[in-house]
């Protein structure tokens, strides 16, 4: 994948840079980070710079993750990281890929992650051609359910030991977005083969759910 660039009313989401190391290095001293990602802790400069530097551009040239840097379109700010993770079931027929974020601690509370998300989830069922979109956190992390949620993700039950955290295995909450569920979200489309923000759909699989 060629990497892009997103943009937001207030937001510019694009892959990260080298010289965007001392920002990361200095968001990832939050414990909370760590605590609830796979971010290790301590985090050295060293990690900083090859996050920036090898993991990111590997994985967009290998489509193995899809990373963003979240800045600030006033300032260039780093607000956090957003990605499209475990790309193995991206091509058909599965369609399907995971987000998964960060935000800055100074940068919580202000709407930025959830408008960065609809950003990349329009990318992803427009461009990409997804038709499942999961989202994974340890059980117990209400702040980032809380920035699924208002995408629209619904929560889909507790997988049981399915992280393993400093040597723990720890319970994980599950939530999926499907195409239709961000159209209903955002009002019914214009006339035509269009979906949410007039923007074509996708072709997809047929969905039969059970409705028993």
């Not at 993750?65 to 957003?82: E, H, K, N, P, Q």
């Not at 159209?183 to 759909?201: K, R, S, T, V």
């Amino acid at each position: 994948m060629k990497p892009v660039t997103l943009t937001t009313e207030r937001l510019v989401l694009r892959p990260f840079e080298p010289g965007d190391a001392p920002a990361v290095h200095a968001a990832c001293q939050d414990p909370e980070i760590p605590r609830w990602t796979v971010v290790p802790s301590p985090y050295s400069h060293e990690e900083a710079e090859r996050f920036v530097g090898t993991i990111v551009p590997e994985g967009w040239r290998d489509d193995t993750s899809y990373t963003f840097a979240i800045l600030s379109r006033a300032d260039d700010t780093l607000v956090g990281a957003m990605a499209l993770v475990r790309l193995a079931q991206l091509r058909a027929p599965e369609r399907q890929a995971e987000l998964g974020y960060w935000t800055a601690k100074e940068q919580r509370g202000k709407g930025y992650t959830a408008e960065a998300g609809r950003a990349v989830l329009h990318w992803a069922f427009h461009d990409l051609g997804v038709e499942r979109l999961e989202w994974l956190a340890e059980a117990g992390n209400e702040g980032s359910w809380g920035v699924a949620r208002k995408l629209g993700f619904q929560r889909e039950g507790t997988l049981r030991a399915k992280l393993l955290h400093d040597g723990t295995r720890r319970d994980c909450w599950i939530g999926s977005l499907l195409p239709s569920d961000l159209a209903d979200a955002e009002g019914p489309a214009p006339a035509g083969p269009l979906g949410a923000a007039g923007l074509p759909l996708p072709d997809t699989t047929p969905y039969l759910p059970h409705r028993g």
